[in-house]
């Protein structure tokens, strides 16, 4: 097998799968429920060797204005189309190839991760050494969803503690806020805890997102419901906490703006939200410059999806624990191995095999598939 940067990829086939697996317990935040998590698996063919990337699009518009839905139309009328064939030197040059769509960068990145998959294995290189990542295991938290009942996540937040999650993030909205972080400190004291709003807060009730700086949180995540970062700057000009951007950054230029403005002080980087693997290196380039911390944020995702971001978030820029809980805290069953699993030490180990550096396991990609889809050269 040849190494170093000299191949070459000429797609000759992308194999879509529509994906449906169940989670071990409903996710509930303020924006959308979900108890079967759908998602695309892309698969880019070469040369005898597959490349794989998981899109992580919801099944509904309510975290983004993608959906499952919107990525299958995109990524099989015209972005794998638009690949197939087509000669590649980098992985870098896919975001070229795929130009002229616009938006839709969720559909986009899955396509890119594959294509990143892809080279990494044909030069046996860890996608971890493609990107710059050093760190060979990462500390993780783990995020928690809206609760019927403050008992069971109190219940369930001493038990990542005991797991050794270093970090507990917890979904809020208007009502469901301050009464929460307040029995999380009076029961756990002074851990790393982090609250994420998915923009449910009106930017007219900044008093309610000004109540939650007496919890001592690392930072609040995506606290307003407008796209206006105007708004979260005179919020962030308001607050002692960092406000942590999610939503709001959906490409370098964003994170710009928003870090020229004063809209936060702590990004949650996701490679589908900004549109690909290059785009979150040129944010972690900015955010290395202006000093601000980053963190991987996560989407539910299986395995595929998982071994990308673990080596995304050995870069040297993410500091926080990320968003990278074990499989087993979202599937019974995962669709690689070996499955992303907790040291005691509260951290990950980033896979070092090439690409993603872990196996497909094919029958359990069979098993939760529900539609699929070949695109060949014309
Ligand atoms: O806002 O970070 C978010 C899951 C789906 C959509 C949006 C978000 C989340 C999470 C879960 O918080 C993170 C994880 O994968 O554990
Ligand atoms: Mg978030």
């Not at 589908?272 to 601000?292: C, M, S, T, W």
């Not at 820029?317 to 805290?329: E, H, K, N, W």
Request: contains cysteine.
């Amino acid at each position: 097998m040849s190494k170093g940067g000299c191949s070459v990829l000429t797609v000759d086939c992308v194999v879509l799968r529509l994906l449906r697996m169940p989670l071990v317990t409903p996710f509930v935040t303020s924006a959308q429920e979900t108890a079967v998590r759908p998602f695309i698996l892309v698969e880019v063919q070469a040369e005898g060797l597959s490349g794989f990337g998981e899109c992580v699009a919801m099944a509904d518009p309510y975290y983004t204005e993608e959906t499952v839905e919107t990525a299958w139309h995109i990524l099989k009328t015209f972005a794998a189309p638009a690949l197939v064939g087509r000669r590649l030197e980098r992985p870098e040059e896919t975001a070229a190839v795929l130009g002229r769509i616009r938006g839709n960068r969720m559909a986009k990145a899955a396509l890119e991760a594959a294509v990143w998959d892809w080279f990494g294995k044909r030069r046996g290189i860890s996608l971890r050494a493609m990107l710059g990542g050093g760190r060979e295991r990462v500390p993780v938290g783990v995020s928690l969803g809206l609760y019927p009942r403050l008992d069971d996540l109190l219940r369930d937040v001493e038990r990542h503690l005991a797991e050794g999650y270093r970090r507990i993030k917890v979904k809020i909205k208007p009502g469901w806020d301050t009464a929460v972080l307040a029995a999380i400190r009076r029961s756990f004291g002074d851990i790393p805890l982090s609250a994420d709003a998915n923009m449910a807060y009106p930017p007219s009730d900044a008093e309610a997102v000004k109540r939650l700086d007496e919890f001592g949180l690392l930072y609040i995540e995506e606290p307003l419901a407008t796209e206006n970062l105007r708004e979260y700057a005179r919020l962030q000009a308001q607050l002692e906490t960092a406000i942590c951007l999610d939503e709001t950054v959906r490409c370098l230029a964003d994170a710009e703006q928003a870090l020229e403005l004063g809209a936060g002080r702590v990004i949650n980087v996701k490679a589908g939200r900004v549109g690909g693997l290059a785009e979150v290196l040129r944010i972690h380039a900015l955010a290395q410059k202006a000093g601000v911390p980053l963190w991987c944020g996560g989407m539910l995702e299986a395995g595929v999806g998982r071994a990308m971001n673990l080596a995304v978030a050995a870069l040297p820029g993410f500091v926080y624990p990320g968003d990278l809980s074990a499989s087993s805290r979202y599937y019974d069953r995962d669709i690689v191995t070996p499955p992303a699993v907790l040291n005691a030490d509260g951290t990950v180990d980033v896979p070092a095999g090439p690409g993603i550096g872990v196996e497909v396991d094919r029958e359990a990609v069979e098993r939760f598939t529900v539609r699929m889809e070949r695109i060949i050269s014309r």
